[in-house]
């Protein structure tokens, strides 16, 4: 039988090998939880643990934002040197991998913008180390999805229409926003 432990009010079931089972139906701050555990515990995990969880996580959307929110923003080294079971396990759901990869840029570098505005410098470098990493991650991935998803949303943050639209207008990005969002994703196109 395996031992519960919790963490951030999430339990999470600990198998006797030491690998973690991520829940279907995984609410998103649940996925937080259970990332924060996985990283709380990575070097005591073999990597075919660490893959098979990645993997679950990311199969689905809350899986996977709760994955890079937490992930992408942790004070470890370990989203600057991504493993191989990381990189196997992100490329196991190219779609929402790509998708919420190339937001988490754009929206990285848009909070950067507004983190500096109100001199927060501190914030700011975390959201440029969120933009850093992701940015890693998509030239490590190299999924043809993601330079797709990047040239559509370059699109809606230069001219205000297109695919991307909503996504743009339901954050309330300005005008310079818009323009950073332009820089950092011009970097997958």
Known sequence: MGAIVSDCGYFALIMP????QVPENLSFPDAIALTQILLDRFSDLAD????STVTALVA????ARGFFVTYLSNDRSLADHPSAAIVTALRSSPDIVSELLVKNL???AAMAVHHRRNQDESA?????RVQRRSLDLIRLLDLPQ???LAQKLH??????????KAFLDRWNYDAEQRQTIEQAVSAVM
């Open 17 to 20: 090998e030491n690998s973690l």
């Open 48 to 51: 075919a643990d660490i893959e």
């Open 60 to 63: 689905t959307e809350n899986g």
């Open 106 to 108: 754009a929206m990285s």
């Open 124 to 128: 700011a470098q975390g959201s440029d």
């Open 146 to 148: 993601m330079r797709d």
């Open 155 to 164: 699109e809606s943050a230069a001219t205000g229409r297109g695919e991307y």
